[in-house]
């Protein structure tokens, strides 16, 4: 795994999409996006949590 990157909006989507319609598993997803398997995780059940793909207040 490369430097730790930010995912973009897009890029959340494409991993809630792949996990809720095509019901993928985490390792699946990640080795396809090319992020970790925590970050899978997260990114769905933020998106569970918010039902949006934005950042969070207070980053940056």
Request: glycine content about 6%; overall charge positive; proline content about 0%.
């Amino acid at each position: 795994m490369s430097a730790r990157k930010e995912l973009s909006a897009a890029e959340r989507a494409r991993i809630v999409s792949l996990r809720s319609d095509s019901g993928w598993t985490l390792s699946t997803i990640a080795n396809t996006v090319g992020c970790s398997v925590s970050t899978v995780h997260n990114t769905v059940e933020r998106f569970k949590e918010l039902n949006n793909f934005d950042n969070r207040s207070g980053r940056g």
